[in-house]
Nanobody, 121 residues
Framework: QVQLVESGGGLVEAGESLRLSCAASGSIFSIGAMGWYRQAPGKQRESVAT???????NYADSVKGRFTISRDNAKNTVYLQMNSLKPEDTAVYFC???????????????WGQGTQVTVSP
């Protein structure tokens, strides 16, 4: 089995920073793209930032210049550094990874359980 475990969420004030981590573990042959998504109450899940296996990144317009995604391939871990947080960043943040469990397998989507980020005004 494959697990994605997130950490680093919490309650902060506007303008402060948080760093999210997500570690993939289990039967893993290779990991493709990894990313962070978020879902606020009453809203659809949206992409926040993604990073390919070679380090190319993509960000939602709402977080450009404030959030930075990175990954450590040796640790099968993806990070999201969130600076200058705003109340509208409040959401449950989910980690996603596209993982191949064996050489003969296709890539499949895996999700973490989510971590709450709350930003007070």
């Amino acid at each position: 089995q494959v697990q994605l475990v997130e950490s680093g969420g919490g309650l902060v004030e506007a303008g402060e920073s948080l760093r999210l981590s997500c570690a993939a573990s289990g039967s893993i042959f290779s990991i493709g793209a990894m990313g962070w998504y978020r879902q606020a109450p009453g809203k659809q899940r949206e992409s926040v930032a993604t990073i390919t296996s070679t380090g190319s990144t993509n960000y939602a317009d709402s977080v450009k210049g404030r959030f930075t995604i990175s990954r450590d391939n040796a640790k099968n871990t993806v990070y999201l550094q969130m600076n200058s947080l705003k109340p509208e960043d409040t959401a449950v943040y989910f980690c996603n990874a596209v993982i191949r469990r064996a050489a003969r397998d296709r890539y499949s989507d895996y999700w973490g359980q989510g971590t709450q980020v709350t930003v007070s005004p």
